[in-house]
């Protein structure tokens, strides 16, 4: 459907013009106002805010209707901004898009993509990497939502998600309902839909703080009617007993199979380290370690730029420890790191990209290694199947919890500042613990 542009304009090559994108409805099956930037074959769109039907268009250049009128003139007001910026640019011979959005101020942030695509470059320039990339992942699910087609993670990088605008408009309770329904139904856990839409409840709270997103348009309000409240939901269970962590390390691994041998005994000596996450262990240094107490202390990666003052993380080195360290780490020496994975002055980009790397061919052997154990087991006696290395965070946990030792401890132990954090990593209590404390009762 071709509909004539209005507020054409041209200034040099460049020309600016009003049109009504009917490429895709809004969710309330109104179509988006934009004003079209062209310079030769390419060409920009950014949004005045106005949304209508088709008829309510093909009516305004004549309208007498009030509002119909007064929408009319805030597009005409739109569109004028950006001549302006393009004529004062064609002037001094210099433009370009990458001008034009500077120009225009904070990139246009009038709409969902823009306010995270600020966030996400106020992170990176932060080097927050992976805070980024958690932002990065919210925005491509709400796109796939928008566009209806859920991309696979490789897939969406072919996406044009520039082509796909979100309005804080449609950021509403039931929207939010049906995107929790769709990834549902697309595979995403409960525990990533939460992830994501929280991301997005932090980015309706900054255009709220701006003043891009109305008051009345803000779905996350505890209480108010047609509210959307983010669910919560308990972690994974994924916790091991310590005979089954036994098994694991006892397990026999021929002599070809030196990455299979070296993942288990990194999954053994995170689960022995207070539950070290991936990110901590390929960053160890000998120099967070203590020869006298024969300890390691270290600031967790997670939480040091988050958490109000520094946390401090100890854990006592034991001899099967140490002999992972010697099997497969550096000699002590106070500039280098534990475990061979950083040389040294590798950018925090490089350090994500091969923590993901380690971790994944860690997982990966972690489940070859248990299907070998349970072809040799019962089927009453073999190990869940879906371990991986944050298996290690959790059984150390709930192993801990369950012999009785203070949580208070174990809070202490996973750098946790928070008791409701650490009660998410800690498993119910077995049949086993359930059966002998009812059974206190039986006379």
């Known amino acids: 459907m071709r509909l004539e542009a209005i ?6 090559n460049v020309h600016v013009a009003s049109i009504l994108d009917v490429r895709r409805p809004t969710y309330g099956g109104l179509y988006i106002v934009r004003t079209r930037v062209t310079v030769g074959k390419t060409q920009k769109y950014y949004p005045t805010g106005a949304e209508m039907t088709v008829d309510e268009w093909l009516r305004m250049p004549k309208a007498k209707d009030p509002q119909l009128a007064e929408t009319r003139r805030s597009i005409e007001a739109s ?9 004062q640019l064609c002037e001094l011979n210099a433009f370009s898009f990458e001008r034009l959005n500077i120009l225009l101020g904070k990139g246009n942030q009038q709409t969902v993509n823009a306010m995270f695509e600020a966030k996400i470059k106020e992170l990176t320039d932060a080097d927050k990497l992976g805070t980024a990339e958690y932002y990065q992942g919210s925005l491509n699910a709400f796109i796939c939502f928008k566009c209806g087609k859920w991309c696979e993670r490789k897939e969406m990088q072919k996406c044009n998600k520039n082509e796909i605008e979100l309005t804080f408009q449609e950021v509403s309770a039931e929207q939010m309902q049906r995107f929790e329904q769709e990834a549902l139904a697309h595979g995403y856990s409960k525990t990533t839909i939460g992830m994501r ?89 000998w120099s967070d370690y203590n020869r006298k107490t024969n300890e390691f202390t270290f600031l967790r990666e997670k939480t040091k730029n988050t958490a109000m003052e520094d946390m401090y993380i100890s854990f006592p080195m034991f001899p099967r420890m140490k002999s992972i360290i010697e099997e497969w780490g550096n000699p002590i020496s106070a500039d280098s790191y534990v475990f061979p994975f950083l040389k040294g002055g590798e950018s925090s980009k490089d350090i994500i990209r091969l923590t993901k790397n380690i971790t994944y061919v860690v997982n990966s052997n972690l489940k070859k290694l248990i299907k070998q154990i349970n072809s040799q087991l019962s089927e009453d006696e073999q190990l869940p199947e879906d371990i991986s290395s944050y298996t290690a965070r959790h059984s150390y946990a709930t192993i801990l919890a369950h012999k009785r030792v203070p949580e208070s401890y174990i809070g202490f132990a996973l750098g946790h500042s928070r008791k409701s954090v650490t009660d998410s990593y800690i498993e119910a209590y077995s049949v086993e613990d359930r059966k002998q404390y009812n059974g206190l009762l039986q006379f």
């Open 7 to 12: 507020n054409q304009k041209q200034k040099d």
């Open 79 to 87: 569109s004028q901004v950006i001549y302006n910026a393009v004529k």
């Open 197 to 285: 839409i929280r991301a997005m409840r932090t980015i309706c709270n900054m255009a709220l703080g701006k003043g891009i997103m109305r008051p009345s348009d803000y779905c996350f309000k505890k209480g108010a009617q047609n509210s959307y409240v983010i669910k919560k939901t308990n972690s994974r269970r994924m916790a091991l007993n310590l005979t089954e962590i036994k098994v694991i390390a006892d397990a026999a691994i021929d002599e070809n199979g030196k990455n299979r041998r070296m993942s288990r005994d990194l999954f053994l000596f995170s689960f022995w380290a207070n539950g070290l996450n991936f990110a901590d262990l390929v960053r160890l240094k």
